[in-house]
C-alpha cells in the first residue's frame, strides 16, 4: 500500500488513500447506494469518510499488507476490510440501488436485455 510510509520517501501519502476510496466507492455503487437518515448521500461524502478511515489504517497493517508471505497479508486485508465495512455501517445506511437498472423498457446503458 503506497500509503504506508516504508518506500524510499518513507512518508505517507495523502493522494494515496484518496485514490483508493474513490476506487472503492465506484465498485461498492455498482450494486449498494448510501444514506443517511433516509436522504441519499452524494459519493464525494462517502469517499471523503472512507479516506480519513484509510488514512487512519495502522503503519504496521500496511506494512504486512504490501508483505511477500501471502498468509498475514490476506489475513490482515480481511481485517482491514471488515473494519472499513463496519465503520460505513456505523456512518451510513446501506441500500441496494444497482447503478445499472435496465427494467422492463431496457432503459440501462447497454440497452434491452435480451
Partial sequence: ??????????????????????????????????RRYGEAVDDATVQDFLRAAIWEIPIEDCAVLVGIDATPRDA??????????EQLRAQF??????????????????????
Avoid: N, W
Avoid at 76 to 85: E, N, P, T
Avoid at 100 to 112: I, K, M
Fill in 93 to 114: 445506511e446501506i441500500v441496494y440501488d444497482p447503478a445499472f437498472h435496465h427494467g422492463d423498457s431496457g432503459t440501462g446503458p447497454l440497452g434491452p436485455r435480451r
Fill in 1 to 34: 500500500m503506497a500509503s504506508q510510509g516504508k518506500g524510499q520517501r518513507r512518508r505517507r501519502d495523502p493522494q494515496c488513500s484518496t485514490l483508493f476510496a474513490r476506487d472503492i466507492v465506484t465498485a461498492l455503487r455498482a450494486q449498494i447506494g448510501f
Fill in 76 to 85: 490482515v486485508k480481511r481485517d482491514i476490510s471488515k473494519r472499513l465495512a
